[in-house]
């Protein structure tokens, strides 16, 4: 869309943790269902650089939850009462790659 932005992403890593958070992404209305999120998403595994990324949403968005579930997030938690109006939140994490093929890796040792 020109010099406008279409999108943003925000990721955390705390420390030396091995996990690290997707804190927010938006997509711009009218620029949704091209593959955006998806590419930001992915863009910010990458450089959060941990080996198991989470994050967290209501349960009541689910055109999120289908992003985050067509990206390779699988449902690990929910958190009570999480969100200002009694809303729980449902906690997703994804393996990177190269995690999972260590996970194998020693499965099969
Ligand atoms: C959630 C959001 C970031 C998705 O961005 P996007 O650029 O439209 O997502 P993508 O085009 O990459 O979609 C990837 C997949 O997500 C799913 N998806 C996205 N939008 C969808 C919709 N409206 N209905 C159903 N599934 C949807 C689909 O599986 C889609 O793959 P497909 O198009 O091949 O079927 C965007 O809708 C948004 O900004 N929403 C408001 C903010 C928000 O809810 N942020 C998340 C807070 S936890």
Known sequence: ?????????????????EVGWVASIGVHPDMRRRGIGHLLLEACEEEVGVPRIRLALRPSNLVAKQLYLKTGYVEVDHWDRYYANGEDALIMEKAREKDKRWNREMREF
């Open 1 to 17: 869309m020109g010099e406008q932005v279409v999108g943003f992403v925000f990721g955390d890593r705390r420390g030396r943790q």
